[in-house]
């Protein structure tokens, strides 16, 4: 009886888990199924009877797991940890798209990431054709995520601080 008791505690521990992610609760509940296997195999008599309850449970856990990741979804608003809010094609950050076809100076080497100076402002930039020096004149032709993609515009370097060439 103590075995059965153990596997049903190990079960609402893995359902637990679909709600406090973390692995604590899914690991204390599998170890809570595997002590009741093992419990009720000591006490029964039968092996036949052993494996049917090792076969039953591993069953319950399958359909447990099943039947969450199908009732998440689908619970009502405020009793989900699903956002009700449309996710989809989220992106953290992105590039300001108004800076495209601008002139820019490499404000540090950019090897071939780094910093370029555009109006005043640092911005994160990546360099298309590769190693670029200071003061490389470069012309924003891109973004992805929150860098610029810039090229060569002018093979003269240029003083950041001063737009002139060195």
């Given at each position: 009886?103590?075995s059965?008791?153990?596997l049903?505690?190990?079960?609402?521990?893995?359902v637990?888990e679909?709600y406090l992610?973390?692995?604590?609760?899914?690991?204390?509940?599998?170890?809570?199924?595997?002590?009741s296997?093992?419990?009720?195999?000591?006490?029964?008599?039968?092996?036949?009877?052993?494996l049917?309850f090792l076969?039953g449970?591993?069953?319950l856990?399958?359909g447990?797991?099943?039947?969450m990741l199908?009732?998440?979804?689908?619970?009502?608003?405020?009793f989900s940890?699903?956002?009700?809010?449309?996710?989809?094609?989220?992106?953290?950050?992105?590039?300001?798209?108004?800076?495209?076809?601008?002139?820019?100076?490499?404000?540090?080497?950019l090897k071939?990431?780094?910093?370029?100076?555009?109006?005043?402002?640092?911005?994160?930039a990546?360099?298309?054709?590769?190693?670029?020096?200071k003061?490389?004149?470069v012309?924003?032709i891109?973004?992805?995520?929150e860098?610029?993609?810039v090229?060569?515009?002018?093979?003269?370097?240029?003083?950041?601080?001063?737009?002139?060439e060195?």
């Open positions: 009886m103590i059965i008791l153990l049903l505690i190990g079960l609402f521990l893995i637990l679909f992610p973390g692995a604590i609760m899914g690991i204390l509940g599998a170890i809570a199924i595997c002590i296997i093992v419990m009720f195999a000591v006490s029964s008599q039968s092996t036949w009877e052993s049917l076969i449970a591993a069953a856990v399958v447990v797991c099943k039947f199908w009732k998440i979804p689908r619970s009502q608003s405020g940890i699903y956002s009700d809010q449309d996710q989809s094609g989220y992106q953290a950050s992105t590039y300001d798209s108004s800076l495209l076809g601008k002139r820019a100076i490499a404000f540090t080497d071939p990431g780094g910093l370029i100076i555009l109006e005043g402002k640092r911005l994160q990546i360099s298309q054709s590769g190693y670029l020096i003061g490389t004149d012309l924003i891109g973004g992805e995520g860098s610029l993609m090229k060569v515009f002018n093979h003269t370097p240029l003083n950041p601080m001063t737009h002139k060195v």
